[in-house]
């Protein structure tokens, strides 16, 4: 006889129908992970919970206490818990059940639950704070209920077969069968024999009629597991798991991907997970595999199978987890070690491959160094460029207004030729007659570079024992009114980046390998997925984002000689309001370049154009080997130091810090500026 649920209490469909309201509810503990610390200080416990209304993959709880003996204490899945004054709220995206400062917790164990409620109030094992009432029994009735709802041959603690109740004596007699051992594992824990629930990511997926069979990655290795050589061909290899006679279709070394390594377990799928398997689940998806039974395979490898319950015959235990902002903590895992396999077979491409393959490094490099004769070939090329790109300055400066006709190799190494210099007269004239830079944020009065880089005032901090100390940074932001005296990289062809966009990215470490870039703006230039390596390149995409940074002066009128100067990043969203052009490859695009060079024309003036001349004297010198006099240091440095035909703007600057190998660090980022 199945009893309903408790008075004051609601199923879990209903509850999640009414989130923010405080609420009774109880579930049978299918997944639970063990107490940690939260990001403040208080100790948390999460585990997932099932009833007759939700679905298999259950609904996810969290329980905060200060002190961690508080917190809900589970044996086995399958134990039932009993919730009190607990709210369904929004955590990271998605909806969970979430405790309170007056929610209180009961717990029944699995092992002593009976397999048929009696008429009589039977005597379970339970835990429980001290203060918190027993259960009555409506509760534990429905708690039987709960616990019998599932299958019980699931659950990673023993199973009672006959349970005898004796309501004159306080404890119960308990004949348990050894039902089969099963947990969460990582592969490489796995032994035979036993029974396991698995999270990895699928590599390969053969269907057939009858069976599927699955190649799952945790990125753990497993010395028992087939051993995937990079660089092997077929034939080297041996037939695939499970078929020795090479019928099926083959997860040779030629045609894998990766991981490399004794990484991937392959799992056979029988009916009906195997047909669920082929309608709901593709290469690169993580899943949740239950109750997986590990064997050898023919050739004396370790391999996985799920046949079908054959109590419950149409349950499946094959479920696909979300990787993206609802991501399990599991499935995180997985992505932090496929990361570090990727950076290990990226950074160390050479000797890892060495290692993985188990062969010598071949002899010979297609790097080799160039003789003296092709040395002093291109000594005198370099030379003859320079002269030209010096020949082609000097007839700027006298002939402005003048259009020459020009070849791409009259261009010296910098990129100056008199056609740009031509283009620079037209437009400054064009500037004159039009607006600059406009900022939002207008009602906020713009302060002065001094008082932003400032650290006095705004980042004083006393704490709650009156120790005084300076914030390494702020999130602030601040209005200016500077102008551009530089600019990074030196080449505007550089103003963009490619960028992949990586199944890593909604990690919340993967900050720290984005701050370690020399710009510190978040963003990376080139992923850390090497394009060599297949198994990156899977599910990563390819966009180009802009990426440069600005030197800022204050264009405050003031009586000091130096000005203050700040360096800002400007990336991402900000540069494309900036500029009011999306990113794409600079050096490929042949009207990009030019347009992106007009804008900033407007923004610093004849700055660029200065650079070049410059960088075209010092390269020069450098060329003909020859040791700078007074007189061309003071050319050169006259290049850049007379006044500059920068026009003042006003910009929004927004302070940040990037945390540097444990270290956090102070960053500035341009926004809010646009150029009309």
Not at 243 to 263: E, I, M, V
Not at 374 to 397: D, N, T
């Amino acid at each position: 006889m199945a009893s309903t649920v408790p008075p004051g209490f609601v199923d879990l469909h209903t509850a999640f129908m009414r989130p923010d309201t405080e609420l009774n509810v109880m579930g049978v503990v299918i997944d639970y992970l063990p107490p940690a610390k939260s990001k403040g200080n208080d100790w948390m416990s999460t585990f997932t919970v099932v009833d007759n209304t939700t679905s298999y993959t259950g609904e996810k709880a969290r329980y905060f206490r200060a002190q961690e003996t508080d917190l809900p204490r589970f044996r086995s899945t399958g134990d039932v818990v009993m919730l009190r004054k607990v709210k369904i709220k929004d955590w990271s995206g998605m909806k969970i059940i979430l405790s309170g400062r007056s929610s209180t917790w009961v717990v029944f164990h699995q092992a002593s639950m009976p397999l048929s409620i009696s008429e009589i109030q039977p005597i379970l094992d339970l835990s429980k704070p001290v203060i918190v009432s027993e259960p009555n029994i409506p509760e534990t009735r429905y708690a039987i209920t709960l616990c019998n709802s599932q299958d019980r041959s699931s659950y990673s603690a023993r199973i009672p077969q006959n349970v005898s109740i004796d309501t004159g004596t306080p404890n119960m007699s308990i004949s348990a069968g050894s039902g089969p051992k099963l947990k969460f594992s990582l592969i490489k824990d796995v032994s035979i024999a036993s029974y396991y629930d698995v999270v990895g990511q699928v590599v390969k997926l053969y269907p057939d009629d009858i069976k599927t069979e699955l190649y799952i990655t945790d990125y753990t290795s497993n010395g028992l597991l087939y051993n995937y050589e990079w660089g092997r061909s077929a034939d080297d290899g041996a037939a695939r798991e499970g078929d020795a006679y090479g019928y099926a279709p083959r997860a040779t070394n030629k045609n894998w991907q990766g991981p490399f390594g004794k990484l991937t377990l392959s799992v056979t799928l029988w009916t009906p997970h195997s047909s669920w398997t082929q309608a709901n689940v593709k290469e690169g998806d993580f899943v949740f595999l239950r109750n997986v039974h590990i064997k050898y395979s023919r050739d004396s490898k370790i391999e996985g199978v799920i046949h079908t319950d054959r109590q419950w015959p149409e349950k499946v235990d094959v479920s696909v987890l979300d990787s993206k902002e609802n991501a399990d903590d599991r499935v995180k895992d997985v992505l932090r070690r496929k990361r570090d396999y990727m950076k290990k077979f990226e950074h160390q491409s050479k000797e890892f491959v060495d290692e993985v393959r188990g062969q010598k490094r071949k002899k010979g490099d297609s790097t080799k160094p160039l003789s003296s004769a092709q040395l002093k070939k291109r000594r005198r090329q370099e030379r003859k460029e320079a002269e030209q790109g010096k020949k082609s300055s000097k007839s700027a400066e006298s002939n402005n207004d003048t259009t020459t006709k020009m070849t791409g190799k009259e261009l010296n190494k910098n990129g100056a030729s008199l056609l740009f210099l031509y283009q620079t007269q037209i437009w400054r004239r064009r500037y004159l007659i039009c607006l600059p830079v406009a900022c939002t944020h207008d009602s906020i009065p713009p302060r002065s570079l001094t008082s932003i880089i400032s650290l006095e005032k705004t980042h004083a901090h006393i704490t709650p024992n009156g120790t005084s100390c300076t914030l390494p940074f702020q999130n602030t932001c601040s209005r200016a009114t500077v102008r551009v005296v530089d600019f990074f990289p030196h080449d505007l062809a550089d103003f963009a980046v490619r960028h992949k966009t990586s199944e890593f990215d909604n990690l919340s470490d993967n900050d720290d390998d984005k701050s370690n870039n020399s710009d510190g703006s978040g963003s990376t230039s080139v992923s850390s997925v090497s394009d060599s390596d297949p198994d990156s390149t899977r599910k990563a995409e390819v966009k180009w984002e802009w990426r440069f940074c600005l030197l800022l002066e204050d264009a405050n009128p003031s009586m000091e000689k130096t000005k203050d100067r700040i360096k800002v990043f400007v990336a991402d969203d900000d540069a494309i309001f900036l500029l009011k052009m999306d990113a794409e490859n600079l050096r490929t695009s042949p009207t990009t370049l030019p347009q992106l060079r007009e804008k900033l024309f407007i923004l610093w003036g004849d700055l660029e154009e200065r650079k070049m001349r410059a960088g075209a004297l010092r390269e020069t010198n450098a060329n003909d080997a020859v040791r700078k006099s007074g007189a061309e240091d003071a050319k050169e440095k006259g290049v850049m130091q007379c006044p500059l035909r920068t026009p003042p703007f006003q910009c929004c600057i927004k302070e940040y810090g990037v945390n540097v190998k444990g270290k956090w660090e102070r960053r500035f980022r341009m926004f809010g500026a646009t150029i009309s």
